[in-house]
């Protein structure tokens, strides 16, 4: 039985203690934070005293990236091991802490909205091989798609992840406009959405990669190209139709 | 009763032979192409003779683009109301047809990959009203999906499709390569990727941009320009960001 304190309420903190609070194989001892809020739909004890936190195996700070190096001054007095949540920050912040990990569930969460780990990908680190056995455990029992990775590599996915979810909601953004301005529902694009995202299953995205700019279709380009009126529009349009065809020369 | 002749034999010619020859309140007749192929998966007579084409409420040129401008000029014998399916060409590239439109399904389509129509949404136009009942017939007997849009908006429509298909695709691609080069399963992304799709459901994605360009973390810009070694990765990262923070100022 692994004992855990969780340390933040935000969105993530929030669910880990409600998945934690239900399992059976974890024992979620407590949950800090600030201002000694209660978390949402969990009934894990509270406190905002650092003094009180109890002795555990394990302490997840699941707190904002800035607020990590507070941490890792003011927590110091914490016996066990100490994880951070963050994708991008490297395991080494907690550098005052002799037992340490990352424990980064790869996906966006909202307090609000339910949320199942199952099949949410966890990637774990630690600085010794039977801590790394801690946190696997502890993964495994939430989530069936675990890996471990260094913090190189977890940073490296964390910006890939800035192109495959930020990156991409923004041309979703530019979809969504273009079709507001000339009155069409941006509904009737998300059976194509859909479809784009289907073939990732089973396909490289190079592979499946359409449209005009990679059959090269100038005709169609251009027309595309005087249809759109706001330029910062048409500049996106002709940076990315060149990066493509750039990509597949 | 509408009798259709399809002319070409490329994805989506044969797709829609397929669906309307199973068709009980559609009559396909006669499917025409230039090499007189069989048409995959469907037992609709062939032939490649343009004189020998049948009698027909309906011709679809399902045909490229590029091969619009010689239908106009060679098939004018035609009678019966005469359409095109291209998502960015106007309908007024069939000047020399008396019945004209355009019967556009949203879609991108590959032969040897089953599709189904229900969910498809298609764009119908048409020179007037009593040929757009026509196409709103055929498009309903198909499609749940079906809407009427002129030259202008279809055009937009496809505009729209580039950025949330072919330049969303290409943020996979750039999001695949990085994870490769770090030794990392592309895999471990697509939960996230499904769960950005997902939010767009029920949300505008300008109500759903999360990531460090739009909540201006700086730090965490900077650490992933760091990481990233091939150039012009880094400079479509900046230009991506820069535009993601311009557009929510």
Do not use: W
């Not at 880990?16 to 969990?42: D, M, P, V």
């Not at 997840?60 to 100490?82: E, P, Q, R």
């Amino acid at each position: 039985m692994i004992k855990v304190v969780i340390l933040g309420a935000g969105n993530l903190a929030t669910h880990l203690c409600i998945a934690l609070e239900k399992h059976t194989k974890i024992l979620l001892l407590q949950n800090f934070n600030r201002k000694g809020e209660k978390i949402l739909n969990c009934g894990v004890p509270v406190t905002n005293n650092p003094d009180e936190i109890t002795d555990a195996d394990l302490y997840i700070f699941a707190i904002s990236d800035n607020a990590l190096l507070d941490i890792n001054n003011n927590f110091s007095h914490l016996k066990g091991l100490v994880v951070h949540t963050s994708g991008s920050t490297p395991m080494d912040v907690l550098s005052n802490f002799n037992r340490k990990g990352v424990f980064y569930p790869a996906q966006s969460f909202n307090k609000h909205l339910p949320v199942s780990f199952d099949t949410i990908p966890i990637a774990v680190e630690a600085s010794n091989k039977s801590d790394q056995q801690i946190l696997l455990k502890l993964a495994h029992s939430i989530s069936t798609t675990v890996y471990v990775l260094n913090s190189e590599q977890r940073n490296a996915l964390h910006v890939a992840a800035v192109f495959a979810n930020n990156f991409s909601n923004f041309m979703y953004i530019q979809a969504e406009e273009i079709c507001k301005d000339s009155g069409i529902d941006f509904t009737i694009l998300k059976p194509l959405i859909n479809e784009t995202i289907a073939k990732l299953a089973n396909n490289s995205p190079r592979n499946v990669q359409t449209g005009p700019a990679v059959r090269k279709d100038n005709k169609t380009i251009e027309r595309h190209i005087t249809t759109l009126t706001d330029q910062k529009k048409i500049k996106l349009y002709q940076l990315l139709t060149t990066a493509i065809q750039n990509y597949y020369e």
